[in-house]
């Protein structure tokens, strides 16, 4: 329904390039809620918790790493279909291959600098949310969109 909830992280990289403001913008202005969002340096022990299903991949050290290098601003959406839709926002996962007009194939070019984080699907969103927020951090509100955003 209209309540589903995403797990959206601008990373170090989008925070040093000065890209907070664009990204929140695009969420912001395609209708979606803004539930909750930190500006905060995590430690590496958390991002390895964050990505342990890729503990096994090469890469994953360097991710982890790089994911606790600077202040990173953790967020959730929500809103109708917004996992799938900030996927598609985001753009794929190699920039290289994002199209233009989504968050990575506007800004980005290089796999390990890709900005942003977005959910998979509604399982891993539940599980992000939980290790990312505590609940009494999760905003209870209702936007003024009113009818104007949902039929
Ligand atoms: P996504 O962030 O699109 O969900 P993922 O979950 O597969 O992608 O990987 C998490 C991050 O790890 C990704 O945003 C960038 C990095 N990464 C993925 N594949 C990589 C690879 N083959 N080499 C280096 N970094 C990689
Ligand atoms: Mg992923």
New binding site residues.
Partial sequence: GNQERTFIMIKPDGVQRGLVGDIIQRFEKRGYKLVAMKFKQFDEAHLKQH?I??AD???YP??CKFMSSGPVVPMVWEGKDVVKMG?AM?G???PLQSNPGTIRGDFCID??R?IC??S?SVDSANKEIALWFDKTELASWSMCTGDNVYE
Avoid: E, I, S
């Fill in positions: 990505y299903d890729l991949k090469p890469f360097k991710l996927r985001l794929a996962t190699n796999l390990g890709n984080h977005g998979d």
